[in-house]
């Protein structure tokens, strides 16, 4: 399969707890070297390095925002249990 992107074994990347996510200016400001003497294009290490960064922040921010939705979720319902015992017991549900 010629220029196709090799992937990690077992599917996943691992990175330190020292890594620092990507901000936005830092995706828009990325410049890669040029391809080696005879061929045309990108340094494709570069690019593919790259882009396994944007997808492991990409998937941090996905998994954050899905455990923020769980959390509002949780928080809403105990919301909504507690105005309800409220409304009961000041005799507001009959």
């Known amino acids: ?4 992107r ?15 996510g990507l901000l936005p200016w830092q995706v828009r ?3 890669f070297r040029r391809a080696r003497l005879g061929r045309r294009g990108l340094a494709a290490d570069e690019v ?3 882009l ?6 990409l998937g941090a921010l996905r998994d954050a925002l899905a ?3 769980r959390e509002t979720a949780r ?4 919301l909504r249990d507690w105005q309800s015992a409220q409304a ?4 507001y549900d009959r």
């Open 48 to 50: 593919y390095a790259f």
């Open 67 to 69: 455990e923020s939705r």
């Open 75 to 78: 928080v809403k319902g105990a």
């Open 29 to 31: 400001g990325r410049r």
């Open 52 to 57: 396994d960064r944007v997808a492991g922040d």
């Open 1 to 4: 399969m010629p220029n196709q």
């Open 88 to 91: 009961r017991a000041r005799g």
């Open 6 to 20: 090799p992937f990690p074994a077992g599917g996943a990347t691992y990175r330190s707890a020292e890594y620092a």
